[in-house]
């Protein structure tokens, strides 16, 4: 009798799959997307049994030990989505098997019965009550419908001003999937931070919803899994691993926010949910819409190509005003600097607290206290290659580029103005809340941050209190920032816009942009008036000036020109290579030789490599991180130079990751 093979994939680095036969006994089980449990280097693994091949590949092939499942755990169409994921994203297909499902089942838990209990027919939908459209959000929704009613893939951008009623036209548009008997997917950057959106879907679907977060335990992932895939739950909310929930007939994947950086994953596999949310609406004929505010450059500049049809609302509901923004200038004539509050963000928070209303002060602590920046005029030393924030490092006392490695010494004058007062700027939201406490006695502030909030739960009960109004004042990161809904809030003060503005990444810009534009959006949600302080050295951005005037394409096309000066994304895309030791001097030996050794086969018209450079964090865990970039005409193009240098590179104690798209 000829061998039974078939081809397991594995959640090991290694790229194939690995080759196993089945024991006559098991033949008549063997079917293609079940867990199968193996031997691997004498340990016993679960894979995936993604294939059958005609001929041995190796002389010596394993009997598997047993399968997990009765029936196939894995579809057709989510095997063909997890093997694009790996070519695309460089890892495993088993590796983007295992990120793509619930994790116990990745330790062969939870085994897939034969006889599924027959689905209850899915819940009643509860009587909607639909608002009626305004005249954009018809047609926006129309717009779409058109192409779900054809049965075709394709992708809209819903680009609407805050409050202009994005999330009403997800709504009305899933209504109609679910008459057509489709489900649908709806990804939230972040599910514990947007109580209010998954409480929206709750009264307009209710048992129809399946809600899948962080903090869901275990068991209860895998019921919601099965729920879904039996077709009792047709609408799922969730965060990024949502987008691989087993729905059946897909007709919408809706990405809300889609500009924001949780989206992708940072670890392996790497993917951004948007990618493969649009790679798996095309596999399965489903339409996907993009909504922001403030669009990534790469889906706004996919709309103005075609690739993508722009949809807009360019009004809030009942044309209610956006905030009035009124940027403060920090900088001092006399150079003194540091101050955390100005004059006019004071005054503004007395009114507000005078008039009973509540108030949101900012920081944005992810920026780094470490760039060098003149407090006479706003200066900040930058690359001159990249453009991007130049980073101090105490030890060299030199400022280095962390993409190309420029170096160079800070002046003792600021280059500009020639005046003595550069300053390592940075404050943090403890110093914001003491100086809150001593100018504004009486004031009930809170605080709200990653230290804060790192107990389960203690952030809802955070909002819970300010929003019931026990919190005058609420002092936090940009995690304040986002979604939430509150109706007495009129005065959002942006402590320092520049912390953003001066992360040393190249998309600096457009993350000001957008976090200022979010947090005006914070403001005036009710009905009385939002205003917003933004305190800057550096006032006159372009980033901070667009996001005064709320005008999203007047910072499109102004960072459009840096961005094609500099050929990055959206005019090119880019891998990054980390490679990581615990010898330094072998981990740079080795960097340098990859980065050249990719830039000898690539063609130098169309590609470049940015470094080597030490990576930010440029030790981590006892281990030297060092990185490059490889940039070029498309992901796919650039991942498959990095993975044909890579097979013929001999790497000797480092570990090289790859990130396709990095963030
Ligand atoms: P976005 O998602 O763009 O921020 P929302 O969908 O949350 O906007 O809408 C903002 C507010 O306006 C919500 O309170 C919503 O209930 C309300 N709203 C949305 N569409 C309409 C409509 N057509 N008529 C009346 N109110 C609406
Ligand atoms: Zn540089």
Known sequence: MEPCLIDVALAVPSSGTFQYSVPAPLRDAAAVGKRVYVNMRSRRMVGYLVGFSAARVVDQVRDIDTFVDEAPILTPA????????????????????????????????????????????????????????????????????????????????LHGIT????????????????????????????ISLTPQTVDRFYSR?????????????????????????????????????????????LGLIVIDEEHETSYKQEETPRYHARTVAAKRCELENAVLILGSATPSLESYRASDLGLVRRVELPERIEKRPLPEVEVVDMRLPDGKSDR????????????????????????????????????????VATCPNCRISLVYHYDKASLFCHVCHYRSSP?????????????????????????????????RLGRMDADSTSKQDSHEAILR???????????GTQMIAKGHDFPNVSLIGVISADTALHIPDFRAAERTFDLLTQVSGRAGRGDIPGRVVVQTYVPHHYSIQSAKDHDYKEFYEKETVFRQELGMPPYSRLARVVMSGAIEKEVVRQVMLLARFVESRVDAQLYRVLGPA???TSKEKGLYRWNFYLKGPSSEEVGARIKAALSEFKKLKVTVTVDIDPQ
């Open 340 to 379: 955390i509050f100005s004059g006019r963000l004071q005054e503004r928070v007395r009114e507000c607290l005078a008039r009973g209303e509540q108030a949101m002060l900012l920081l944005n602590r992810r920026g780094f206290s470490t760039h060098l920046h003149c407090s006479s005029c706003g200066y």
């Open 614 to 616: 030490p990576c930010l």
């Open 78 to 157: 989510f095997l063909e989505l997890t093997r694009w994921m790996s070519e695309y994203y460089l890892c495993s297909w088993g590796q983007a098997i295992e990120a793509a499902l619930p994790a116990p089942f990745r330790k062969g838990r939870y085994l897939m019965k034969s006889r599924a209990r027959r689905a209850t027919a899915g819940a009643e939908i509860v009587d909607p009550d639909r608002l009626t459209l305004t005249k954009d959000q018809a047609a926006a929704c129309e717009r779409v419908l058109e192409r779900v009613r054809e049965r075709r893939p394709g992708t809209f951008l």
């Open 163 to 190: 409050g202009s009623g994005k999330t009403e036209v997800y709504m009305q548009v899933i209504h109609e999937i679910l008459e057509r008997g489709r489900g649908a997917i709806v990804l939230v950057p972040e």
């Open 205 to 249: 679907f209710g048992d129809c919803l399946a809600v899948i977060h962080s903090r869901l335990a275990q068991g209860r992932r895998v019921e919601e899994w099965h729920r879904i895939r039996k077709g009792e739950a047709k609408v799922v909310v969730g965060a990024r691993s949502a987008v691989f929930s087993p729905v059946k007939d």
């Open 411 to 443: 002046d003792r004058l600021c280059p500009a103005c020639r005046k003595h007062y550069l300053h390592y700027f940075g404050v943090g939201t403890q110093r914001v809340e003491s100086e809150a406490a001593k100018l504004f006695p009486g004031a």
């Open 465 to 475: 209190a300010f929003k019931k109004k026990e919190i005058d004042l609420l002092i």
